[in-house]
């Protein structure tokens, strides 16, 4: 690595006393709360790992975290089908284009959860703009319920997850040399073979990435499965709300926060194997 | 300037491009003979590329029409004009290994897998490479990669190959390596080819013609011989080969002969291929190894004292400060017990007269 060389010339005790304000900080905010929670899981009067048997065993918890890798995984499925088609378009833009269409992208980040639940509401829900019109048309026999079930959770995520994906497909795009483009041109290739063949492939990491960070941000989605989900949409941080603040149990609430990093972590080191390998295929820019 | 015998395989006619305030390629014509290999060199920013780029359909003329082979294509678009294109930094697809690379044109025109096989063989045979057939590009070093897409571009044998300074990024012995492949290559298959560069010695090299070009405009054009021994210009006489120049006005006698009345005197020259008035300015072009260091006064010489002599192996080069401030350059053999020339030493610079050139002067600006 040529860029760590000069932070190799630091001696090791000023580099510890650069990093100490972070590791402080870090520990406070990070580690000692997470290791309270993991404490917590383990130990309730005394020492056991009860409450992980208990949760391995619970049909609720199971249910609740197939839900959790289901919406997860959907809402990161259903994003990257609307953001890869968005990127390349952004791609195509002349630069000063670009960002004003970029500043739209990122809209949704400037406005509150809050609203943005109840504006999906407004446009989706039953008495919603879609379903009125549905209604209009089809004389009263037509309502689709978009709105309090899974697809009004999709809904709701995609709105968050969207920026994500295609802020990081876009840099692949962004990055991909464009005289590869128009060699495949002058070789003959038509404009899908030169999609399939070049733009996509070397377009991976950053689907992956996009991918990565989807799942990362979605599987601890919290308000809007439940604004926007219906019962059966519980996700795992919805449950471990549940034990919090409806029956008090810290310890079980604990675990289930302990197996939900753990899973997750796991999840994420698996895509993050999928693109290193991607990487390595030589798709990396 | 082509031979008219052979069909063009490129016509260019009154072709231009502006780039809003900027012509990048002012009003061109130029024909390219089927099987000729031509070079269009120029310094950065003559337009060069747009050039090229015009003729592969990545950009579209201001004005003129593009002929090739035959079929007009100023509308066509790049991935029917049915070329090949090298460039400088080789575009070779990085997610493919060498035989994925080399095949793409080949499925591009669906050709069926046992052919396609066959083919990428004999190409790669043919640029000897067919151990690296499984690696990736990047694993190659920058000529081998060259190589590789020299590969893919002859493996579908297009009409005709452009190449935009393709050895530009390499060092100055695979360089020359590479140039005599290319020209080995473009003998073999007998493929027409439109090669872009800025070094001289690579256009003088590789050429049967060499278009010169000049801020968007062609200067001249030629075989290397017609552009290094007959330059019309001074621009062209200063890119091509080194020279001396010597400004002066001109003198016609009455029995025809021309004469240039210069600062350093009064010197004969041959008639000019394009007419001068008497009393226009001109410049008179003498290359360096057209002069020689002499001890006593020839019709056509200058005095002036050794500045420096630099040895080249083969020649030597003097530099030769006259009594104007001028300078000039004089290039003689390198000869075993050669008496050697001192700094500060008077001495003069002689040429024969049917030597020079007569230029018209360089535009001012
Ligand atoms: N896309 C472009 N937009 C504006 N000006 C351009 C563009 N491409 C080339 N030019 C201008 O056209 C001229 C010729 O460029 P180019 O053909 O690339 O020259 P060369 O290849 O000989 O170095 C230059 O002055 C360059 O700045
Ligand atoms: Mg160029």
Same mark, same amino acid.
């Given at each position: 690595m040529a860029q760590s060389s000069s932070a190799s010339d630091l001696s090791p005790w000023t580099a510890l006393l650069l990093l100490a304000p972070l590791t402080a900080v870090m520990l406070l905010i990070l580690i000692y709360p997470l290791g309270l929670t993991v404490w917590t899981s383990l130990y309730n009067g005394r020492f056991s790992f009860d409450a992980y048997v208990e949760l391995a065993s619970s049909t609720l918890f199971l249910r609740v975290l197939r839900n959790t890798f289901e919406i997860a995984i959907g809402g990161t499925l259903v994003s990257l089908l609307f953001g890869y088609p968005v990127a390349l378009h952004l791609a195509a833009q002349p630069p000063r284009k670009r960002t004003a269409y970029l500043i739209m992208v990122m809209l949704p980040f400037w406005t509150s959860i809050l609203v943005k639940s109840f504006a999906l509401v407004a446009v989706f829900g039953n008495q919603g703009l879609i379903n009125q019109f549905l209604g209009f048309v089809s004389g009263g026999t037509l309502n689709v319920p978009m709105m309090f079930n899974r697809v009004g959770v999709i809904l709701g995520m995609i709105n968050f997850l969207l920026p994500f994906m295609i802020l990081s497909i876009l840099g692949s795009l962004l990055a991909l040399d464009r005289r590869l483009i128009l060699a495949a041109e002058t070789m003959g290739a038509g404009p899908l073979r030169i999609f399939w063949k070049i733009t996509l492939p070397l377009s991976l990491p950053g689907v992956l990435a996009g991918v990565l960070i989807n799942v990362t941000l979605s599987i601890g989605m919290y308000i809007t499965p439940a604004l926007l989900g219906g019962r059966q949409d519980m996700m795992v941080a919805n449950l471990v709300d549940f034990y919090t603040r409806?029956?008090?149990d810290w310890t079980a609430a604990s675990a289930t926060a302990v197996a939900l990093l753990i899973l997750s972590g796991l999840l994420v080191a698996l895509l993050g194997k999928v693109r290193g390998s991607a990487g390595l295929a030589g798709a990396g820019a | 300037m082509t031979a008219s015998s052979t069909p063009a395989m490129v016509e260019l006619q009154g072709v231009a491009k502006r780039y809003g305030e900027v012509n990048a390629l002012h009003r061109v014509d130029l024909s390219i003979a089927k099987g000729e290999f031509v070079t269009l060199l %120029? &310094? !950065? %920013? !003559? %337009?060069k590329t747009t050039l090229l780029n015009l003729i592969a359909g990545m950009i579209t003329p201001s004005s003129g029409r593009i002929v090739i082979d035959g079929r007009d294509a100023t509308t066509l678009p790049t991935n029917r004009r049915g070329l090949g294109m090298v460039f400088q930094n080789y575009a070779l697809m990085p997610h493919m290994t060498v035989f994925e690379n080399i095949a793409f044109p080949l499925e591009v025109r669906r050709l069926s897998k046992a052919e396609i096989k066959r083919k990428v063989g004999e190409a790669l045979e043919l640029i000897q490479? %067919?151990?690296?057939?499984?690696?990736? &590009?990047? *694993?190659? !070093?920058g000529g081998q990669q060259q190589r590789i897409s020299l590969a893919r571009c002859i493996v579908y044998n297009p009409a005709l190959i452009l190449m935009d300074e393709?050895?530009?990024?390499?060092d100055k012995k695979l360089r020359e390596q590479m140039q005599l492949e290319i020209k080995r290559l473009h003998a073999e298959l007998g493929i027409t080819m439109l090669y872009v560069t800025h070094d001289q010695d690579e256009a003088l090299t590789m050429s049967d013609r060499i278009v010169l070009m000049n801020g968007g405009r062609i200067e001249q054009q030629g075989t290397p011989d017609t552009l290094y021994f007959? &330059? *019309?210009t001074v621009f062209s006489a200063e890119f091509i080969g080194s020279s001396n120049l010597i400004p002066g006005t001109v003198e016609i006698g009455a029995d025809g002969a021309y004469a240039l009345n210069t600062a350093l005197g009064r010197f004969a020259a041959p008639a000019p291929e394009r007419a001068i008035k008497a009393g226009e300015r001109a410049v008179l072009l003498v290359r360096p190894e057209n002069m020689a260091l002499a001890d006593a006064a020839t019709p056509a010489s200058v005095a002036g004292h050794i500045e420096d002599s630099i040895l080249l192996g083969g020649v030597v080069r003097h530099f030769v400060r006259c009594a104007d401030g001028s300078s000039l350059i004089i290039q003689e053999l390198n000869q075993p017990g050669r008496s050697g020339a001192h700094r500060g030493e008077a001495v003069r610079a002689a040429w024969q007269p049917q030597h020079g050139r007569l230029l018209p002067p360089a535009p001012a600006g």
């Open positions: 409806q029956t008090l | %120029g &310094p !950065s %920013g !003559s %337009g490479l %067919g151990h690296v057939a499984n690696r990736k &590009p990047r *694993e190659l !070093s393709p050895l530009g990024a390499l007959r &330059p *019309e």
